[in-house]
Nanobody, 120 residues
């Protein structure tokens, strides 16, 4: 059974940085595309960033381009989300997801989420 565990969330001020991590177990990590989604209070879960099985091409929500960077370390079975220049509107619970194809809102494997709060 594939399991995902996020870490690295917290309370920061506007302009600060955070690095989220998602450790994946129970499967061959290199066979999965991975990504990050977020859900703010009262809003639907939304795509943030993704990286395919082979690494390389990454995709980002327009609002985070240039500020967030997704990366993966297959040797450590971990995917990262480096978040710089954080804004109050980035406040949400952040979830990582894994899929043997592309990660989408309907992907099978999800973590439990980590809270990111950005104060102004």
């Amino acid at each position: 059974q594939v399991q995902l565990v996020e870490s690295g969330g917290g309370l920061v001020q506007s302009g600060d940085s955070l690095r989220l991590s998602c450790a994946i177990s129970g499967g061959t990590f290199s066979r999965y595309a991975v990504g990050w989604f977020r859900q703010a209070p009262g809003k639907e879960r939304e795509f943030v960033a993704s990286i395919p099985r082979s690494g390389g091409f990454t995709a980002y929500k327009e609002a985070v381009k240039g500020r967030f960077t997704i990366s993966r370390d297959d040797a450590k079975n971990t995917v990262f989300l480096q978040m710089n220049s954080l804004k109050p509107e980035d406040t949400a619970v952040y979830y990582c997801a894994a899929d043997k194809l592309a990660v989408t809102i309907t992907s099978e494997y999800w973590g439990q989420g980590t809270q990111v709060t950005v104060s102004s």
